[in-house]
């Protein structure tokens, strides 16, 4: 008795109707919308599936299909994440920080990149420094 393949949806784009899924052990097969079980309009990428195949012209290709987990939704992401920590500073100070963000930025990044040319590294770290720990205050 053969096991039926088995893999995750590489990509699938419903708009062209097709897409690759990575077999388990194996080369990536191609999936036609035929292929889809009823009522399924499309796949989305890490979306575990098992499938009939076939040798096609270029490569392996999906018969049929049969989605084993669904795509995680939006919000099963959420419900999986940290509880927030305590924030280091109030709404106002971030306010200000946000501010001297936005004024340095236009001040030392804007005006090399409007003469076409990147800022220099060191400028460069200094200012991704900046905006990184605006970013971990905000998303605390």
Do not use: C
């Not at 784009?13 to 999936?31: H, M, R, S, T």
């Amino acid at each position: 008795m053969s096991a039926v393949p088995t893999g995750k949806v590489k990509w699938y784009d419903v708009d062209k109707g097709f897409g690759f899924l990575a077999q388990e052990e194996g080369e990536d097969v191609y999936v036609r919308s035929s292929a889809l079980p009823a009522g399924v309009e499309g796949l989305k990428a890490g979306q575990r599936v098992e499938f009939g195949m076939a040798a096609g012209r270029r490569g392996p290709q999906a018969l049929s299909l049969k989605v084993i987990e669904p795509a995680p939704t939006v919000r099963q992401n959420t419900a999986n994440r940290r509880e927030p920590v305590e924030r280091k500073h109030t709404p106002d100070e971030l306010h200000g920080m946000v501010e001297d963000m936005i004024t340095l930025l236009e001040a030392t990044i804007q005006p090399e990149l409007r003469k076409g040319k990147y800022p220099d590294r060191k400028t460069a770290q200094k200012i991704s420094e900046v905006v990184r720990a605006v970013a971990r205050e905000l998303d605390s």
